[in-house]
């Protein structure tokens, strides 16, 4: 036997398997398709007709009046709430102070809804006594403050002695 004869030999299976010739199924799509003018015909006079009788259709309905009039006080109701209440601007949103320009009791009430959040502020709460502390305000009942230190324990001080809060 030469190389090529052994070449040939060992790249051929050892086993043959007989394996059954499937037909490939070819896909039979459709080649014609027909419709019949006279339903289209009948579907555009339709939405013809629709168009024009939504256009002639100009007869104000019933209640019109005091739609207007009720519309009239909701509007003159607003105008009195946005005149007793400047602050509210546009909208529903509301416009709020800037930080610096609160005084102390609107800076402990912007930051009591802070209370237990899991990022709270970091602030720097400055006392008459001129001492200050780096922490957060934790619990504000009545005329007490609770601020939770970082270096661990909580201090308990009055609202009277707080002198000024900076956020850090």
């Known amino acids: 036997m030469t190389k090529k004869d052994r070449e040939k030999t060992s790249h ?8 059954p010739n499937f037909k490939r199924a070819k896909p ?14 009948e579907k555009e006079e339709k939405k013809k007709a629709r168009k024009r ?3 002639n259709f100009e007869v104000e309905p019933l209640g019109y009046v005091e739609d207007e009039e009720k519309e009239m006080e909701r509007s003159s109701a607003n ?6 209440n400047p602050v509210q601007k546009g909208g529903r949103f509301q416009e ?17 809804p802070f209370i237990g ?5 970091v602030c720097m709460f400055v006392f008459n006594d001129q001492s200050h502390v780096k922490g957060v305000l934790s619990h504000c009942e009545g005329d007490e403050l609770t601020i939770q230190i970082k270096e661990g324990e909580p201090l308990l001080r009055k609202r009277g002695d707080l002198a000024n809060i900076f956020i850090s």
Do not use: C, G, W
Not at 79 to 84: G, P, R
């Open 12 to 19: 051929n299976p050892l086993l043959y398997i007989e394996q």
């Open 28 to 41: 039979s799509m459709q080649q014609v398709y027909q419709t019949s003018r006279k339903k289209e015909q």
């Open 53 to 55: 009788d939504h256009i």
């Open 79 to 84: 105008q009195a709430k946005s005149e007793s």
């Open 96 to 112: 709020v102070k800037s930080f610096k320009e609160m005084d102390v009791n609107e800076r402990l009430d912007y930051l009591i």
């Open 117 to 121: 959040r899991e990022a709270p502020f």
